[in-house]
């Protein structure tokens, strides 16, 4: 089987280093690593398949001289902005997990249960959706084309290492009651309705990224979302409570039926038997679940859901080594 070259930017992130083990355990064809990170890293030593791998600097230089077949970004949108096209002038493909590219016309947005076939479509640069983006469509797009999904309202319930090992440490932190470092007040035994920063129109950047990126993906630009994310001092998945309007009639048994049969969708909904998805049970797992699955009353057609996926896995890494896979198998 042909191997690949491919460079992991930010490779000692919370990201990064998941990515690694995603790579690893899908046993994507990977026969040379390159592990970039910061100036703060550079030198140290990174394990991937049982073999050591220097941490190289991120410089034009070091990325010219690499000729990566592939590329996967986690380092913030800043580091993407800079390199990714360097990447791509080199002739890599760069599947970018920041945020910088996901709303640029010429870059898909891909989540390959949903959208694969935009992945054609690069000319260089892929990007990786929001965490919290990608579990709730994994779920509504299956719904949207069996149904017609009129309206959304989300509220989520985010992990801390959503932030990075930045926010997982701060909760660890606070626990012997440390001062955050990263979020703006303590998240030990509290509750932030804040992540990102806040827009003139008084929702979050996070939320914007709800409501653009899931039309974006969706392929549906009339569809309307409202928004609310909130971090919750919870270590790793993000939980969802996902409220959903239909164009056509739509029973709670029959959105069950078809999330049962959807790609990469787990149903676990057993309210009687206290059966319902939570993100502590169900860490380092690819699948998004679903439980909590019942009528919305209040509208002719509508249904709630409670939607769990590993944010790391998932939410960033698992679906960017899916990208990859998909492309190396020349579907
Ligand atoms: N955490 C999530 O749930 C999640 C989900 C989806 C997307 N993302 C996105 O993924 C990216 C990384 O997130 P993370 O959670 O992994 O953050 P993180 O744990 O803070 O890691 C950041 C990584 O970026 C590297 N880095 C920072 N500045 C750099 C520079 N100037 N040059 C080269 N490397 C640099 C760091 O290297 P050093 O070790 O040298 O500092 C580290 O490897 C962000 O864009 C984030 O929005 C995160």
């Not at 899908?26 to 073999?51: N, T």
């Not at 994310?229 to 270590?235: F, K």
């Not at 909904?269 to 679940?289: G, I, K, Q």
Request: proline share 5%; with cysteine.
């Amino acid at each position: 089987m042909k191997q690949y070259k491919v460079a992991v930017v930010g490779a000692t992130g919370m990201v990064g280093r998941k990515m690694l083990e995603v790579l690893a355990e899908h046993k994507v064809p990977v026969g040379e690593l390159v592990p970039f990170a910061s100036a703060r890293s550079a030198g140290g030593k990174i394990e991937f398949c049982g073999k050591e791998y220097e941490i190289i600097e991120l410089t034009e230089q070091n990325v010219k001289a690499c000729k990566a077949d592939y590329a996967l970004f986690s380092a913030g949108a800043g580091v993407s902005k800079t390199f990714a096209p360097i990447f791509a002038e080199c002739g890599a493909v760069v599947i970018d997990n920041s945020s910088q590219w996901r709303m640029d016309e010429s870059v898909p947005l891909v989540v390959p249960e949903v959208n694969p076939a935009a992945i054609k479509l690069n000319r260089g640069i892929i990007a990786n959706p929001n965490c919290s983006t990608i579990q709730a469509v994994v779920a509504l797009a299956p719904l949207h084309k069996a149904f017609g999904i009129k309206r959304i309202v989300y509220s989520t319930y985010q992990a801390v290492s959503g932030a990075g090992v930045g926010g997982y440490n701060d909760l660890l932190g606070g626990i012997s009651g440390e001062a955050p470092k990263k979020f703006p007040r303590p998240i030990f035994a509290n509750v932030l309705p804040h992540i990102d920063v806040f827009l003139p129109n008084g929702y979050t950047k996070e939320e914007e990224k709800m409501i653009k990126e899931t039309r974006k993906i969706l392929g549906d630009d009339s569809l309307r979302i409202t928004a609310t994310t909130v971090r919750v001092p919870v270590y790793y998945g993000h939980s969802e409570s996902i409220n959903v309007e239909f164009e056509k009639p739509a029973k709670a048994d029959e959105v069950r039926k078809v999330l049962e049969k959807a790609d990469g969708v787990v149903v676990m909904d057993d309210s009687a038997n206290a059966v319902y998805p939570t993100p502590r049970e169900l860490e380092n797992r690819d699948e998004v679940f679903v439980g909590r699955i019942r009528q919305d009353e209040s509208v002719p057609s509508g249904v709630n859901l409670w939607v769990v996926a590993d944010n790391i896995r998932k939410g960033a890494a698992t679906n960017a080594v899916q990208i990859l896979e998909y492309i190396i198998s020349g579907k």
